[in-house]
């Protein structure tokens, strides 16, 4: 699957940026849909991920409350809705795809994924 990430931008605190996704390739409800992101000298770190169907959503404790993962099957595309932004938000954020079938309990780890986005930056000024 071709993943290609889009919505980065700067911001201010507090503001709002919603991120999408659009994949092409397999077909896309067969994998489960990860958001990661990467700050400037630290590792990449899990955001959210959702199920194929969209029914099950895990976070992150640092974004709940304030990003919403979501998913249009229909239009091949998975969104990050992030509200209240925060500068320690900034990141390049990465989408992923997952074919694996692995329970959730593995969403959050980064070898579960076999597709990547190319990566969008989000940067939040305070």
């Known amino acids: 699957v071709q993943l290609q990430a889009s919505g980065g931008g700067m911001v201010q605190a507090g503001d709002s940026l919603r991120l999408s996704c659009a994949a092409s390739?397999?077909?896309?409800?067969?994998?489960?849909m990860g958001w990661f992101r990467q700050a400037p000298g630290k590792e990449r770190e899990f955001v959210a991920a959702?199920?194929?169907?969209?029914?099950?959503?895990l976070y992150t404790d640092s974004v709940k409350g304030r990003f919403t993962i979501s998913r249009d099957n229909a239009k091949n595309t998975v969104y990050l809705q992030m509200n209240s932004l925060k500068p320690e938000d900034s990141a390049v954020y990465f989408c992923?795809?997952?074919?694996?079938?692995?329970?959730?309990?593995?969403?959050?780890?980064?070898?579960?994924?076999?597709?990547w986005g190319q990566g969008t930056q989000v940067t939040v000024s305070s």
């Open positions: 992923a795809a997952s074919s694996s079938g692995n329970s959730d309990r593995y969403w959050s780890a980064r070898w579960n994924y076999d597709g």
């Open positions: 390739g397999r077909t896309f409800s067969f994998y489960v």
């Open positions: 959702i199920s194929r169907s969209g029914e099950r959503l």
